[in-house]
């Protein structure tokens, strides 16, 4: 079993960062792919960004390319989320996700989730 333990969300104003961070335990991240979904109220859970498991590949869905940053420390079995020029638009709960392989994420690949984290900005 893996827990992933979400952390870093918040209120700020649009235009500002955030860095979330997602910490694993249990068992490590070796050879698991991570990602980031979100979710906002009344919409589905859509895929926000990905790395591989040796963190050479990534991937961003088009509405959060350039602005955000995925990242990860296998050392400390930790993935992080570095969220700028952050608009109203990406206000949701943040989960993070353990892939079942070592190349990406969708969400029909993920093992394990995180509890989420609400991130919330303002105008």
């Known amino acids: 079993q893996v827990q992933l333990v979400e952390s870093g969300g918040g209120l700020v104003q649009a235009g500002g960062s955030l860095r979330l961070s997602c910490a694993a335990s249990?068992?490590?991240?070796?050879?698991?792919?991570m990602g980031w979904f979100r979710q906002a109220p009344g919409k589905e859970r859509d895929f926000v960004t990905a790395?591989?498991?040796?963190?050479?590949?990534?991937s961003y869905a088009d509405s959060v390319k350039g602005r955000f940053t995925i990242s990860r420390d296998n050392a400390k079995n930790t993935v992080y989320l570095q969220m700028n020029s952050l608009r109203p638009e990406d206000t949701a709960v943040y989960y993070c996700a353990a892939a079942n392989n070592p190349y990406g994420v969708v969400a029909t690949t993920v093992d394990y989730w995180g509890q989420g984290t609400q991130v919330t900005i303002s105008s």
């Open positions: 790395i591989s498991w040796t963190g050479d590949r990534s």
């Open positions: 249990g068992r490590t991240l070796r050879s698991r792919a």
